[in-house]
């Protein structure tokens, strides 16, 4: 990938256009459900790529004009368009989506804001930042809306010339250049359309999709590989090495300014960066240093010299060189020199850490986006899968993974914005936020927000433990109490585990334009109750995440959240409880875990290991959980971590089915089996809420059927294969129509009234009260009469209701 051109095609084909020609204004339809509009009083309308779109030539959709003279319509399959060919007005353009979409307002003006039924627009898109932010903040556009339209508004994004450099738009105010999504509640197929005209997301390198350790702290190199060590040896596995701006020389002389710019390696604390960076690969880590490139390469910089040959400039000063993104000649010495030099003693990537706002020496470019950009495709050199790191510049930013979102304060509102803040961003296409999990500055100690805080980022695109420089904040498991620092261990390892589930779905996203988190309207975009749930979440195709992010509750010590289970049938695949679907419930958890459901059918592959490695290795033995109840299917995809874009590498396949009318499960063979792989793989099936089948067979092709032995618990029913070839398909058979087990609620409530800080004969009543035989419904009001606190008395509802609506 070179980083002075890269593949668009910005022209919309001249079918696809109404206008344009002898006209102030110019229609392209890029798709059924996706219109461009330009207005220009001088009658030139930008052909050039934007930061939004830069493939506009697409296949052109089935459309209608109807002019009248005065009056343009453009219809589609999806949206109906009227136009009075004057200056855009909200009288005078508008648009609606066919179909009945809503009860009410599905109909777009021009220059006003889609808005549900409520009267305002409840979904958005992401932010540039959380710097800062304590809990909630604005948020940008999106791409669907609940009334069926949205919009994004181009009119200000710096463009792309043919040879790869950039332009800002041309002077004027009176240009606008817009995009009309008008997709119904067909969010998905929005989605798919904003990928298809801005880009789709780059395949992200495995490695990313593991634990990073993050850390403002002046380590010396010794002090680093030891804590990388520490990790190890608390079994806690780490994939990405962050190493914050003390790497470089930060007091410098007040002359030249302070000290956050920097590329000289401070060699008190790292006296030898090529050995340091040696020792944190042999450790299966890449490594990323941070940079904050505003105050350009000062007379002090070990690259001084070689900066100023290469840019032609006179040290004779001792001037600065200034940093200028919109300078050419600059930019390619900031890569080809400053950043290659560090790169070649083991940089695998950069953390770009801008924060000077919007504005550089050319009007109309952003900074921002120029990093972004060109930091991304620098970064595919020598063959690599480019990866950078940092903030959110608008609109087309998912091209340019992964995100930053910025200094994140240490409270509960933070923790409890951050889930929606990831689902809403996909909303614009931006897949791959990596947030500083745990917070970085303010707040206090606290070891349930952190733990919560820990589990939160198993389930998010990115886990990126990060703290400031402060000796009290530290996110080390270690550094905190006994049963916050298990939980947040065995939350770590399960992000390692979780890699093969992960990975691919970091395929899906590439291939398949499916973000890796999505919110629940998106597959149920007619449910109240899927816009109402914010913080719940799909995390892949597989599972739905409802994550606490609330202080326990003093008496009961369990968190909770309010839950919206879709309809069907759900299993926790931490704890095996089954919930019937369709409704809101309470669900109530210790430290241990926060609330995760499959749907029958469901296959979550995951790394068997116990204590998972290092890095972003393919495991050598798989585990899988299966819930039974429905018909499910699976591809597991692995490669050898070659090949820059996804389209260049060579996945191998593992395809897993499970058929539920006759109890089997069919897994492999792989194919192509990777380079250098181990000829056979360990498998563990793992059934949630099964109970133990009168009889397992194993079938491995081109051999017999022989016997299984099981183990099995109150989660389910274990099966464990040793040595199954990769090249050879084999097949378990469970049994005809196996069923999940209602949950034995008397075994779920036991601890919790065992634990619930309340008298002991209140604990006897509740207990005589949840283990009488009568009906549900009896046992439920017998609980009501007691005058329990609404917090216990819903955490033993929860269970009694499981499988009982």
Same mark, same amino acid.
């Given at each position: ?138 948020? /940008? ?94 079994? +806690?596995?780490?994939? %990405? ?102 790169? !070649? ?93 745990? /917070? ?13 805080? +820990? ?70 975009? !007619? ?76 296959? +979550? ?112 029913? %274990? ?8 090249? !050879?398909?084999?097949? %378990? ?73």
């Amino acid at each position: 990938m070179d980083r002075k051109s890269f593949s668009i095609s910005p022209i919309a084909n001249s079918a696809a256009v109404v206008g344009g020609q002898g006209c102030h204004y110019r229609f392209s339809v890029l798709a059924d459900g996706l219109l461009r509009y330009e207005w220009a009083a001088d009658g030139i309308f930008e052909d050039r790529a934007s930061t939004f779109a830069i493939r506009r030539e697409q296949p052109v959709p089935n459309f209608r004009v109807i002019d009248r003279g005065h009056e343009l319509e453009i219809i589609t399959d999806r949206v109906h368009l009227v136009y009075d060919k004057k200056r855009f007005s909200a009288s005078g353009l508008s648009a609606h989506v066919r179909g009945n979409i809503t009860e009410w307002q599905s109909k777009w003006r021009y220059g006003t804001e889609p808005i549900d039924l409520e009267g305002r627009n409840s979904l958005y898109g992401t932010a540039r930042t959380l710097d800062l932010a304590d809990g909630r903040i604005p948020l /940008g556009p999106a791409v669907i809306s609940r009334c069926g339209l949205a919009v994004i508004d181009d009119s200000d994004t710096m463009l792309f010339e043919s040879d790869g450099w950039v332009a800002p738009r041309p002077s004027g105010e009176d240009r606008v250049d817009g995009y009309l999504f008008a997709y119904g509640h067909d969010y998905r197929a929005a989605i798919r359309a904003l990928y298809a005209i801005s880009g789709n997301q780059p395949l992200l390198p495995r490695w990313a999709l593991g634990n990073w350790w993050s850390r403002y702290y002046p380590y010396t190199a010794d002090e680093y590989l030891a804590l990388m060590d520490r990790f190890r040896a608390e079994r +806690v596995p780490l994939s %990405v090495a962050v190493i914050d701006m003390d790497w470089h020389i930060v007091d410098v002389d007040p002359v030249h300014g302070s000290g956050w710019t920097g590329y000289s390696w401070n060699l008190q604390l790292i006296p030898d960066p090529d050995a340091f960076l040696t020792g944190l690969h042999d450790r299966d880590l890449k490594t990323t240093l941070n940079v904050h490139p505003a105050d350009g390469i000062r007379s002090f910089e070990d690259c001084y010299h070689e900066i100023a040959q290469a840019l032609g400039r006179d040290v004779s000063s001792g001037d600065p060189i200034a940093f200028d993104v919109t300078d050419r000649e600059f930019l390619n010495v900031y890569f080809d020199v400053l950043h290659r030099r560090l790169e !070649k003693q083991g940089v695998d990537f950069w953390w770009v850490d801008w924060q000077q706002g919007q504005y550089s020496r050319t009007s109309g470019i952003d900074p921002l986006w120029m990093l972004n950009h060109f930091h991304f495709l620098d970064n595919a050199h020598d063959g690599r899968r480019p990866l950078t790191f940092s903030r959110f510049a608008g609109p087309g930013s998912h091209r340019y993974p992964v995100g930053f979102s910025g200094d994140t304060v240490v409270t509960w509102a933070s923790l409890d914005f951050q889930p929606e803040f990831t689902a809403t961003a996909s909303n614009i296409g931006y897949g791959w936020w990596s947030h500083d999990i745990g /917070g970085h500055i303010f707040g206090g100690k606290d070891d349930e927000l952190a733990t919560r805080w +820990v589990q939160l980022g198993v389930f998010s695109p990115i886990l990126r433990l990060h703290s400031s420089n402060n000796p009290f904040n530290t996110k080390e498991p270690w550094a905190f109490g006994s049963e916050a620092r298990e939980n947040m261990i065995e939350a770590l390892q399960l992000r390692h585990r979780l890699m093969p589930y992960i990975y691919t779905m970091n395929v899906r996203a590439a291939r398949e334009d499916e973000p890796l988190v999505q919110p629940m309207y998106w597959d149920h975009p !007619k449910r109240d109750e899927a816009y109402s749930n914010r913080n719940e979440f799909r995390f892949g195709s597989e599972l739905i995440v409802a994550p606490i992010t609330t202080p326990r509750d003093p008496r009961t010590r369990l968190g909770r959240v309010l839950a919206w289970l879709p309809p069907g049938r759900h299993v926790d695949v931490f704890t095996g409880t089954v919930y019937d679907g369709d409704r809101h419930l309470w669900l109530h958890r210790s430290l241990k875990a926060v609330p995760v459901l499959a749907a029958e059918g469901a296959i +979550v592959p995951l790394d068997a290991a116990a204590e998972p490695r290092n890095g972003g290795h393919n495991p050598t033995a798989i585990e899988v959980i299966i819930v039974v109840g429905a018909d499910g299917t699976f591809e597991l995809l692995e490669d050898d971590g070659t090949g820059a874009v996804v389209d260049n590498v060579q996945f191998s396949r593992t395809p897993i089915a499970f058929d539920q009318q006759t109890g089997t499960i069919r897994i492999g063979p792989m194919s192509p089996v990777i380079p250098q792989a181990p000829t056979t793989r360990e498998w563990i099936l793992r059934f949630p809420a099964l109970s133990k089948p009168k009889a397992v067979r194993l079938e491995i092709e081109g051999g017999e059927l022989t016997p299984v032995t099981t183990d099995t618990d109150s989660y389910g029913t %274990v099966v464990r294969l040793d040595s199954i070839p990769l090249d !050879k398909e084999f097949t %378990v058979d469970i049994g005809r129509h196996p069923k999940l087990v209602p949950t034995d609620a008397a075994a779920r409530i036991y601890p919790i009234v065992d634990d619930a800080q309340i008298s002991f004969d209140q604990k006897l009543s509740i207990w005589n009260a949840v283990t009488s035989d009568t009906p549900i419904t009896t046992r439920i009001g017998q609980l009501r009469a007691l005058g329990l606190d609404s917090v216990l008395f819903d955490a033993v509802l929860e269970y009694l209701v499981a499988t009982h609506v």
